[in-house]
């Protein structure tokens, strides 16, 4: 272990308050956040300081030190339109992975209160830099600024927190020494000294997506690192700047703490170059995180057999619409989550159920024709003005998300039209309104479009004969495709009860009658899982003791007293 600049006293003192607090948020569930997520909180300059330190780090080598460094990598372009031009080191995984692999040991010597507060200090320091990882984020996944700011960073530091407080929870279980002692009647006790220590299971890769780069990748980053697990990220080609910065301040962290920094390494790949699938089936990688594709999710399941995977794929997310008391904040709601990041979130409703004869309200009773016709109205009115609308929408993060917009209109009968939206101060930007199409469940076919994922800005408000042939289609497609999120209306305690059992039995995360500031596309670090590990949608939720138990093994010595 090198010299330390930044003693575990001072680790300790700076940091096990936070810890501490994690841990009785994970207990009480009660919100808590020692991220703030005002912009104003972070000083009177960070905001101009943020903006230039991402400026300054575009068009430069950003070279981390990391052994094995072959070449040099890049191309990321802003899907608001400027070239980011920062080139990452290109490693050779035959030097780095075994380069990796030599710091672990003093690393699991360390201990889980050690490691936990290392990872603190981590985020800590990516806390402070917030500014600068916002416009990162944007600038990679299409995010609006705020949302850029938020969920890239208070929030998804949130989650990292919220990984390292688990880790930390499931680890110390299991107490570090016990003297055993067993008695034999008249001749003497058989007496054992024992020794418990947590054991890394070996270098974990964090396979990183495009949309949600450090929301999505830092729970499955600090639940390894603070589990004994030296840890290569793999971000996205098109969204690297979030997480090279991220393993940027981690090495120097580890450095500082007198760890070998080569813990947290960066891999990059050239165009085409397809490194995630070979690294992935490497008997070094013992743990793999993966967001993104059911395809490669799948992939990664099937043949990554030496790992433990955990991936989030895709889902079909439903609303079943069955009666509300409050129309116009039903309303509200939904457009709301329909329209925000354009839709391009695992968690936006993509179905939307809704009774063909109509609904009670209490505004009268809602024909279906009449219910559609007033949330297009809703979102129409949520996004007239453009300035509201780049700040709801942001940008389309491909053209594959572009494509399948445009190819929706073709589905059946357009409710809402999406329309260009520009953005004057990103004149590249693609910002779209979401599109709506009304389809009908009377004859179910197995090509229908609600029953896949159509992942952006298309929403299907889907005709059924009843509440309860809504349930049916809820059931089948959460079982078949799985769901991130489910959500409800209805002013019936017995419809309640029926859709909570439908959740309850495939394993998927109910939201119930939101018609004020909380979307059921968004959830809460310390309070809300993310997903559930129970349906096709995720393998694992975050976070709860299943995603960090199995990232260690608890190896016992026992020794004649």
């Avoid at 009785?24 to 330190?53: C, F, Q, V």
């Avoid at 179905?351 to 209490?362: K, V």
């Avoid at 039995?505 to 119930?512: G, K």
Wanted: proline content about 6%; glycine content about 8%.
């Amino acid at each position: 272990m090198a010299a330390a600049d930044l003693s575990a006293a001072q680790l300790s003192d700076k940091h096990r308050p936070t810890l501490d607090a994690a841990l009785d948020a994970i207990r009480s569930r009660a919100y808590w956040s020692p991220h703030p997520e005002h912009p104003k909180a972070y000083g009177e300059t960070a905001p101009a300081d943020g903006l230039k330190a991402f400026e300054d780090v575009r068009h430069s080598r950003l070279d981390l030190g990391q052994p094995g460094t072959d070449g040099w990598t890049g191309g990321e372009v802003s899907p608001y339109g400027p070239e980011l031009g920062v080139e990452y080191p290109h490693a050779d995984p035959d030097v780095l992975l075994p380069a990796m692999k030599a710091g672990m040991a003093a690393w699991r010597d360390a201990g889980p209160e050690a490691r936990a507060l290392v990872c603190i200090e981590i985020l800590a320091r990516i806390g402070a830099r917030t500014h600068e990882f916002a416009h990162a984020v944007m600038h990679t996944s299409g995010q609006a600024f705020m949302m850029a700011f938020q969920a890239g960073g208070p929030h998804a530091q949130d989650r990292g927190l919220e990984a390292v407080a688990y880790a930390y929870e499931e680890q110390t279980r299991v107490p570090g020494a016990a003297d055993w002692s067993k008695p034999q009647g008249k001749k003497d006790p058989l007496n054992l000294g024992k020794t418990f220590t947590a054991v890394p299971r070996g270098i974990a890769l964090v396979i990183g997506c495009n949309t949600f780069p450090t929301w999505n990748g830092y729970p499955g980053l600090f639940a390894s690192l603070a589990t004994g697990n030296a840890v290569l990220v793999k971000p996205h080609p098109r969204a690297v700047l979030p997480l090279a910065l991220t393993v940027q301040v981690a090495r120097e962290v580890l450095a500082e703490a007198g760890f070998d920094p080569n813990l947290v390494a960066l891999a990059t790949e050239h165009p085409g170059e397809g490194i995630a699938k070979t690294l992935a089936v490497r008997p070094e990688i013992k743990l793999i995180d993966y967001t993104g594709s059911t395809a490669f999710g799948d992939w990664l399941e099937t043949n990554a057999r030496q790992a433990q995977v955990y991936t989030e794929k895709a889902g079909v997310n439903t609303v079943v619409v069955d009666s509300t008391d409050n129309y116009k904040g039903m309303l509200a709601n939904l457009a709301f989550s329909l329209s925000l990041y354009s839709g391009q979130m695992c968690t936006t409703p993509q179905n939307l159920l809704i009774p063909r004869e109509g609904i009670a309200t209490d505004d009268g009773h809602k024909s279906y024709d009449a219910l559609v016709a007033d949330l297009a109205g809703a979102v129409e009115k949520l996004l007239g003005d453009d300035a509201r609308a780049n700040a709801l929408l942001g940008a389309l993060v491909n053209p594959d998300v572009k494509a399948r917009l445009e190819a929706a209109a073709g589905l059946g009968e357009v409710a809402l039209a999406s329309r260009e939206v520009a953005n004057p101060d990103f004149p590249d930007a693609v910002v779209r309104t979401p599109v709506m199409v009304k389809l009908d469940a009377a004859k179910p076919d197995d090509s229908a479009p609600y029953l896949s994922e159509c992942f952006g800005p298309v929403s299907f408000a889907v005709a059924v004969d009843s509440t309860d042939d809504a349930l049916g289609l809820l059931r089948r497609t959460v079982r078949e495709k799985g769901a991130m999120t489910v959500g409800a209306y209805t002013t019936s305690a017995d419809t309640e009860r029926a859709i909570e059992e439908v959740c309850l039995e495939e394993s998927a995360q109910l939201s119930l009658n939101l018609t004020g500031g909380v979307y059921v596309n968004q959830t809460a670090a310390f309070s809300d899982f993310h997903g559930s590990g129970g349906n096709p949608a995720a393998n694992a939720a975050l976070c709860d003791g299943a995603f960090v138990s199995n990232r260690f093994r608890v190896v016992e010595v026992r020794r004649q007293a």
